[in-house]
């Protein structure tokens, strides 16, 4: 079965600090995983995609990677701003399947 | 360019009614997924469109729930006779394809349904 898991379901930390939220998955055979962000009451924003073929991509002051044959992507977000805080989803698509496959997020909180 | 957009932001209905939500994709996709996101619980793939092919409904809960979509561009979501395990943010989005590279998917800010 093709799962998405995300640890933790929440973190806190304070201003300044660099991150990492981790997305785990079943199934290596993936054709993207995409990062998002959601802010409470609100859709969802994209904030990076990673192609099977890449390892890494980079926005600002995020970056994302991806090893497939761990199953496992990180989201690194580096000198954290009270802005960021937000919950963090990943999602999957499998080569099998056109469907994105959810994480639970992760919930984060940057205290000024 | 405008991104999708969603309407109404909040419905709130009684049990029974029938609901319509409203999905506006970013002009020239011609994919178009509906995902419900109940509350604490992950996103849920309902249906999808691609083009003039026949959509996939694999992933509607029931028969009560149906979508169409006119044009090859604005999608509908109905709900017949609403239950109160229905409310949830109905979120709506569009890729430019569903094969080949690149299909990065843009959300629409969602609609809020309570199911009183």
Redesign the interface.
């Known amino acids: 079965k093709q799962e998405v898991t995300q640890i933790p379901a929440a973190l806190s930390v304070p201003e300044g600090e660099n991150l990492v939220l981790n997305c785990s998955f079943t199934d290596s055979a993936i054709y ?1 995983l ?1 990062w ?1 962000r959601q802010d409470p ?6 904030l990076l ?1 990673i ?1 099977s073929s890449q390892r890494e991509q980079t926005s600002g002051r995020l970056n994302a990677s991806l090893d497939k044959s761990s199953g496992r992507s990180t989201l690194y977000i580096a000198a954290s701003q009270p802005g960021d805080s937000a919950t963090y ?1 990943c ?1 999957v ?1 499998w080569d099998s399947n ?3 496959i ?4 992760t919930k984060l909180i940057i205290k000024p | 360019g405008a991104g999708v957009s969603q309407s109404p932001s909040n419905k709130v209905t009684e049990k029974g009614k029938d609901v319509e939500l409203r999905c506006d994709p970013i002009s020239g996709h011609t994919a178009l997924y509906w995902y419900r996101q109940s509350l604490g619980q992950g996103l849920e793939f309902l249906i999808y469109f691609q083009g003039n092919s026949a959509p996939d409904k694999s992933g509607l809960p029931s028969d009560r729930f149906s979508a169409e979509r006119t044009g090859g561009s604005v999608s509908t979501l109905t709900i017949q006779r609403t239950q109160q395990e229905d409310s949830a943010v109905y979120l709506c989005a569009s890729s430019s394809a569903s094969g080949g590279a690149y299909n990065e998917q843009f959300f629409g800010p969602g609609t809020r349904l309570t199911v009183l």
């Not at chain 1, 009451?41 to 994209?46: A, M, N, V």
């Not at chain 1, 959810?102 to 997020?105: H, I, K, V, Y």
């Open positions: 993207n995409q998002f009451g609100k859709g969802l924003t994209s995609l192609q989803l999602a698509r056109y469907q994105l959810w994480g639970a997020g």
